[in-house]
């Protein structure tokens, strides 16, 4: 039997594990494909983060803080440290949302809200 590259892709997205997302203040949980920033997952969920640069590190405006699952996301690479260190309100568990993808339940603030 031959095996399409669309069945592939459709096994594949079914095998990715879901995470789940709480936004706070807004106390609102999302769920999504593992893998997906936390901007990105913002976005497909319609969560007011902002990303004045489109997501490409280039601004603070996706800033969130990391109130747990911190272990459930990717490290900060030094270009997201850079730009966090211009952040308004910064602290230890600060990170982009758009540079930060998900592997696990994270719960995070939208500073400022
Ligand atoms: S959207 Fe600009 S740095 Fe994330």
Redesign the pocket.
Known sequence: METKLSDYKETEAASRKKVRLTFLPLNVTVEGEEGKSI?ELALEHDIPL?????????????HVIVKQGMENLTEAEDNEDD?LDKAEGVTLSSR????SHVYGDVVVEIPGR
């Open positions: 901007l902002d990303h004045n640069c489109g997501g490409n590190c280039a601004c603070t405006t996706c730009m982009l949302g758009c540079q």
